[in-house]
């Protein structure tokens, strides 16, 4: 292998074909390479994340602004966290295919509706059982794929060792900082391409932490890191070096580098190699009425702003409209306490490029909307503008609209109109009371089959599916070059499953319903990922050095964190 240079700031056109030319010689080490090989260079890398993962999550809280305190656990969770948990896990099904085994050996497999094969991937182990005490995650496959036809065919690009894949180009995200490096990976394992990772210019400050990182890969001529604006992303989309293209971004985006319009997908593409996305949408939050407690409302509804106020709302998975039963007696009692949880949130700017323009743009559509600390809070009816459900507004703007029915009417009216009137399908949420769920029998689990999206989060926000390394990430299937919705493809997904449909992940209604005392504190604790959450941010460093090496004696801190949160 070639000696790489430092693999960051190429600067000039001759430096990006150089770039690429040092990576076709990586990936051609790479098909060259066996299984044990390439699962040690993923641990190389899994060390080197974890000595700069103080540098990555502290760069990426200086470039978004975060406020010291609770709220920068996110950047540790949202980084070297799922960094860390991503490329061990690879390693591990690596470890399997070299010993000639499945990635799915000792997954349970499981019957969804609809002739679906699923497997159940969280808990994967005892630490996991541990530290995800209640909840539970399952690979969902395409109708008809059997359990034995999933578990044969696992691996993915690692079942072809010496496949060259050549080399791809990952247009990263600007939001969360672990997504372009686990795109990076994926390249890598499934389809056997080494990356050039064009860094969105929000995360420009995060490039020596990256180079630090992931030094293996950048050694091995397996990635490089470059800066730019647009025309570096033109340069290198068109160059006669790369063979694929993957973007995390908006539909526009998309459909500029594929059709070089944002209007008009007719005609023949002007991109000349094949290209997948992760893309977005207007994702909805699924309430099903039933009888709560006030600490139920309370808890519910700390977890709907957790989902549109996580990262600022700079988020595509953020949950945006909340669907309700105008049939509820709760329900004003459920967007009182929502509007008040909402207000009191902790302050943070709203730093992503242009969201001021989007907030602007739905006070304008919605000149009633309610303001809540730096965002707003909308009801959408028959009368009103009906924007919201159309436009991923990418900061702190939560829409609520009111469908008839109760129980499972309710629930197949909002999947109806989930699927029908929200755009994209990249993730859905679902919260329901275990009695209510039980009422519905196999109905409920009917409507969650015929919910069109990418993951599905029951009692528990979608995105943590993104910090999942088993589930897959990506749109619901089905989407095409000319109406790519929320993206073409999948990611993460490191059981390495082909045929995968989606992903869908549960959680308690409400963990430690029952408030018990202890000492000076109460153990109530809520998840780690809500921004209510006190100590957020010393849960989320404490699972980062877990998760750079494993061990039990790591587990009681974490826990004495989690229970005063």
Request: charged content about 15%; overall charge negative.
């Amino acid at each position: 292998m070639s000696t790489a240079p430092d693999g960051i700031g190429f600067a000039t056109n001759a430096e990006l074909d150089d770039a690429v030319e040092q990576l076709a010689v990586g990936a051609r080490s790479w098909a060259a390479l066996d299984l044990t090989g390439r699962a040690e260079l993923l641990r190389q890398t899994h060390t080197a994340i974890a000595s700069a993962a103080a540098d990555w999550a502290q760069a990426a809280i200086a470039a978004k602004r975060v406020p010291a305190g609770s709220l920068e656990g996110e950047e540790w969770m949202s980084g070297p966290y799922a960094a860390l948990a991503g490329y061990a896990a690879v390693a591990d099904s690596l470890d399997k295919l070299a010993n000639n085994t499945s990635p799915l050996a000792g997954v349970k497999a499981g019957r969804a509706p609809g002739d679906r094969t699923t497997f159940r991937v969280l808990p994967g182990n005892l630490f996991e059982y541990n530290l995800f005490h209640g909840f539970s995650a399952e690979v969902w496959l395409s109708p008809g794929v059997s359990e034995h036809d999933a578990r044969a065919r696992a691996g993915l690009g690692a079942r072809r060792v010496g496949e060259n894949g050549g080399v791809g180009l990952v247009l990263g995200a600007g939001n969360i900082s672990a997504i372009g490096p686990l795109d990076v990976l994926y390249e890598l394992v499934a389809h056997n391409r080494a990356s050039v990772l064009k860094l969105n210019p929000t995360f420009a400050a995060l490039t020596d932490a990256y180079t630090k990182a992931f030094a293996p890969l950048i050694h091995a001529d397996l990635l490089r890191i470059v800066n730019g604006g647009a025309e570096v992303g033109s340069y290198l989309t068109a160059h006669v070096g790369i063979a694929h293209v993957h973007i995390t971004g908006s539909g526009k985006t998309h459909d500029l580098i594929v059709w070089g319009s944002t209007t008009d997908t007719s005609g023949a593409p002007i991109l000349d190699k094949p290209i997948t996305s992760e893309l977005g949408g207007v994702s909805p939050i699924i309430v099903v009425p039933g009888e709560w407690s006030a600490a139920d409302l309370q808890f519910q509804a700390e977890h709907v702003a957790t989902q549109r106020l996580h990262n600022s709302g700079h988020n595509c998975i953020a949950g945006q409209a909340l669907i309700v039963s105008a049939d509820w007696p709760q329900r004003d009692d459920f967007l009182r306490v929502l509007s008040e949880v909402l207000a009191q949130a902790p302050a943070r700017p709203v730093w992503y490029p242009g969201s001021d323009a989007k907030l602007a743009a739905a006070v304008d559509s919605y000149p009633d909307a309610h303001k809540v600390s730096n965002g707003l809070l909308i009801e959408v009816d028959e009368s009103t503008s009906q924007d919201l459900f159309t436009t991923e507004y990418f900061a702190p703007v939560l829409g609520h609209t009111s469908l008839p029915g109760d129980g499972i009417v309710f629930l197949r009216n909002a999947v109806e109109f989930a699927n029908t009137r929200l755009d994209g399908s990249l993730g859905a949420g679902v919260i329901v009371a275990p009695g209510d769920r039980k009422s519905m029998g196999g109905a409920f689990d009917e409507a969650i089959a015929d919910l069109r999206y990418g993951t599905i989060g029951i009692n528990v926000w979608s995105a943590i599916g993104f910090l999942v390394p088993a589930l897959s990430w990506g749109a619901y299937p089905g989407n095409t070059l000319d109406a790519v919705g929320s993206g073409i493809g999948i990611v993460h997904n490191a059981h390495l499953v082909s045929e995968v449909e989606r992903s869908v992940i549960s959680g308690p209604f409400r963990p430690f319903p029952r408030s018990v005392r202890h000492g000076e504190f109460a153990l109530t604790p809520k998840p780690s990922w809500f921004v209510t959450n006190k100590k957020a941010g010393d849960i989320a460093t404490r699972l980062t050095a877990f998760a750079a090496d494993p061990s039990w004696n790591k587990l009681p801190g974490i826990f004495n964190q989690a229970f005063r949160g």
